[in-house]
């Protein structure tokens, strides 16, 4: 999902930049950002971001980021 995307499922919701980006974990300009096209988001804050925007406004959902698999000693 672009970051216009983003933008227009946020706009449907009635939401402000800074309620998404703080309910996803981002800072404001961060979401500013990508919704204005100057960063790319990643898949996990993609993701994130459009469950969050997608589901009624009354569920919360937590969805843990991991960004490597942990290795072991072998």
Known sequence: ???TDLRQLRLRTGR???DVAAAVGLPAPVLS???RGRRQPGVDVAAV???HLTLPTT???YIPV???PLQTKT
């Open 33 to 35: 950002a990508y919704e």
């Open 49 to 51: 971001s459009y469950t």
């Open 59 to 61: 569920h919360s959902v």
């Open 1 to 3: 999902i672009s970051g």
């Open 66 to 68: 991991v960004a490597a």
């Open 16 to 18: 402000s930049q800074r």
